[in-house]
């Protein structure tokens, strides 16, 4: 009786270990579905922009728009804008289209922890 005590007791740790690790498995999953975007990688990819929206973020034209500072969120979906064609616009349009889903969260994390101009 005693022995099956033990048994029962060391499968409940087992099955334990075992919920454990499927959790870690799987928060580590959603975290990749969720794309958070990574500003050194957008830095990278961001070269293309710096000609229109200034190497700081800050447009060097005034009809152009600052990019510093500017709402992760909103950056990601004007960008996706551009690339559905909800948004249009003849410089934008076609930059927007090249940049891959990664792309967008990353140049989206990089612009917004950029300081915008005061
Ligand atoms: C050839 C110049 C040019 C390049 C290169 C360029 N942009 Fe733009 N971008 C513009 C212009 C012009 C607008 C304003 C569009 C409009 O008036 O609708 C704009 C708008 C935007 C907007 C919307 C800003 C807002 O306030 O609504 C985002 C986001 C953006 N660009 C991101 C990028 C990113 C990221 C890149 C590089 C991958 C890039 N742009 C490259 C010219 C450029």
Redesign the pocket.
């Known amino acids: 009786m005693q022995r099956l005590q033990f048994y029962k007791s060391k499968s409940k740790v087992f099955l334990a270990g075992i919920a454990l690790a499927m959790f870690c498995v799987m928060s580590v999953a959603s975290f990749a579905l969720a794309e958070v975007g990574d500003p050194a990688a957008g830095k990278v ?2 070269a ?2 710096t ?3 200034g190497p700081d973020g800050i447009s060097v034209n005034d ?3 600052n ?1 510093a500072g ?1 709402k992760e969120n ?2 990601i979906e ?2 996706e804008s ?1 690339q559905k064609g909800t ?1 249009t ?1 003849p ?2 349009s076609g ?2 289209k ?2 891959t889903q990664k ?1 967008i969260h990353d ?1 989206a994390a990089y ?1 917004s922890h950029l300081k915008p101009c005061n």
């Open positions: 990819r961001a293309v922009c000609a229109c929206h009809n152009w728009p990019l500017q909103y950056i004007q960008l551009f948004r616009n410089l934008m930059v927007a090249m940049l792309d140049v612009f």
